[in-house]
């Protein structure tokens, strides 16, 4: 089978949202952060696993059946994987596209695991972390000042 049989298996998108570039293997963790929003309940994913790409030899890529991600979707998965390209598509054709960097921050997307923080102790205090270790994916937050990993921080579910 040549490259172009291949590409021609991937089903076209007519509206909706491409993350595209994903590094291989980062696919199922980026699904994983979609399905937790209730508002992704119903939308129709398409998952695709080491697809070629010219650029990177290997990719992972979703399509969304949906008109815009979410602002905290997006951010958590600046989070976890920055550099990755969110295309959105109209007809069929790349309508905007945008590479996502990394935050600084993250405010009130993932809950603290020190029970004694503000944050947990206070109903109405926004949680705030901020990265520090960029390779390693180390998280601080701004009220008790302890540091843990970004895989072990849960999302808040709004
Ligand atoms: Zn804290």
Redesign the pocket.
């Known amino acids: 089978m040549s490259d172009t049989d291949r590409v021609l298996l991937i089903p076209k998108i007519d509206n909706g949202i491409v993350i595209d570039h994903i590094p291989p293997g980062f696919g199922i963790a980026i699904l994983e952060i979609i399905r937790r929003d209730p508002a992704m309940r119903d939308v129709v994913v398409t998952l695709g696993l080491n697809y070629h790409s010219s650029k990177m030899g290997k990719k992972d890529l979703i399509k969304l059946w949906l008109d815009e991600l979410s602002p905290r979707v997006v951010q958590h998965i600046s989070l976890v994987c920055p550099g990755i390209t969110i295309k959105k598509i109209t007809n069929y054709e790349v309508e905007r596209r945008y590479v996502i960097r990394p935050p600084q921050s993250a405010r009130n997307l993932l809950r603290?695991l020190?029970p004694s923080?503000v944050?947990n102790t206070e109903p109405n205090v926004d949680?705030n972390f901020t990265m520090v270790d960029e390779e390693k994916k180390k998280l601080k937050?701004m009220?008790?000042e302890?540091v843990f990993s970004l895989k072990d921080l849960k999302p808040i579910i709004p």
């Open positions: 603290c020190n923080c944050t949680t937050c009220y008790c302890r």
